[in-house]
């Protein structure tokens, strides 16, 4: 057997043969193109949808429509803003379509400019779907744990999870935000490829990444991050939860709160801030790893990485669009700081900073667990 023949295999280590380092090809994997695909035929299919809409007269719920509540758009005309978003989704598309372009292989050559253009169209394309979000997202998500244990037992609240969460307006938002997401997995990969990247798990072929990727470092700065990114929701519980417990802390109706069944959602939202904070401190725990030994059959198991990768981005994807909208209600006067004001928004302003922050966390916690990538075999 020729010694090119046995380079070919990978060098024997203990006896053990491992594989070839990977070709500048084989840093690819198919799920970028299919991410890609998926991101250009949601955005194809949102841009045909609003095409029919504004040929028959009809608007998206956006604007004075009902759509970004206490935002900029608030008051803009539904069938101007409809036509916008229209060509936003074209936007998408293009990019998308981009996208499939993966550098890499000989049929696909991508130069600095047209891999800046592509991102920064992407970009325009990302900054949107936030303008277009609101906090109805999140506030669905915070109050879903509350409905989905009380509706049983509680009229009104089983009115609410039947006929109130699924409106016309959060589902065009959850759509906006799932183009969103799959628009920015397609620029990631895409972006990746172009820098001789893996596009799979970002490792260059080089080795020379950057330190502060090493698990040891992820661990590191990102201990750090998770202090940070749990104090903000605790913030928050701090407020609804003295509510409760009949402490004002700048609310002065505690009355009708305690007369209504405010105080259930208000401990609810509280409770629910809680144990945000507590999983968020979890991702740079061990038993953010392993699951701890009171949970009975999953003991000693190892945490799935996108269990916990999962629910942690879609809350911080949640909260950006969330924070502005409140944010910009209270400067341009749309809520009022008095009579509770200040502690029922106050928290929001570090909301933004929250989505970051949480943002990171989850990132230092996927550096620190992705192992071995399957792509390039690095890791």
């Keep these: 057997m020729s010694t090119r023949h046995l380079s070919s295999r990978g060098p024997t280590v203990d006896g053990v043969r491992r594989p070839a380092p990977p070709s500048s090809g084989s840093l690819r994997d198919g799920r970028g193109a299919v991410v890609a695909r998926f991101a250009a035929a949601w955005w194809a299919v949102a841009a045909g949808a609003t095409l029919v809409l504004a040929l028959t007269g009809s608007t998206l719920p956006v604007g004075d429509a009902g759509g970004e509540v206490g935002t900029p758009l608030a008051g803009v005309d539904a069938r101007v803003l409809t036509f916008w978003v229209g060509a936003l989704a074209a936007v998408g598309t293009l990019v998308g379509l981009a996208c499939l372009r993966l550098p890499g292989s000989p049929a696909a050559v991508v130069t600095r400019r047209v891999r800046a253009a ?44 039947l ?3 699924v409106t016309g307006v959060s589902t065009f938002q959850v759509a906006v935000l799932v183009g969103g997401a799959l628009l920015a997995v397609a620029m990631v990969r895409f972006d990746r490829a172009a820098r001789a990247a893996c596009t799979s798990c970002g490792r260059h072929a080089d080795r020379l990444d950057p330190t502060w990727t090493e698990p040891a470092s992820a661990a590191r700065w990102g201990r750090r991050v998770s202090v940070a990114a749990a104090a903000v929701p605790l913030v928050y519980a701090v407020t609804r939860l003295a509510w409760v417990l009949g402490i004002a802390l700048g609310f002065d109706d505690l009355d009708s709160l305690r007369d209504s069944s405010g105080w259930i959602a208000a401990l609810g939202l509280g409770g629910f801030a809680v144990v945000g904070a507590v999983l968020t401190l979890g991702l740079t725990q061990r038993w953010g790893e392993r699951f701890p030994r009171w949970m009975v059959g999953l003991a000693g198991r190892r ?29 341009d006067g749309d809520l009022e700081l008095g009579g509770g004001g200040l502690a029922a928004f106050g928290p ?3 909301w933004p900073v929250w989505s970051v922050l949480l943002g990171a966390t989850t ?17």
């Design 118 to 161: 592509v991102l920064a169209a992407g970009g325009v394309v990302l900054a949107g779907v936030v303008a277009l979000t609101d906090l109805t997202v999140l506030a669905r998500l915070g109050y879903l744990p509350v409905l989905l244990l009380l509706a049983p037992f509680d009229a009104e609240f089983r009115d609410a999870l």
């Design 163 to 165: 006929h109130r969460m």
């Design 303 to 331: 945490v799935p990485v996108l269990l916990a990768v999962g629910p942690a981005t879609v809350v911080a994807v949640a909260v950006l669009p969330a924070g502005f909208t409140l944010i910009a209600g209270v400067l």
């Design 348 to 350: 929001a302003f570090l």
């Design 363 to 379: 990132f230092a916690y996927w550096l620190r667990r992705r192992g071995a990538c399957q792509v390039c075999h690095r890791g």
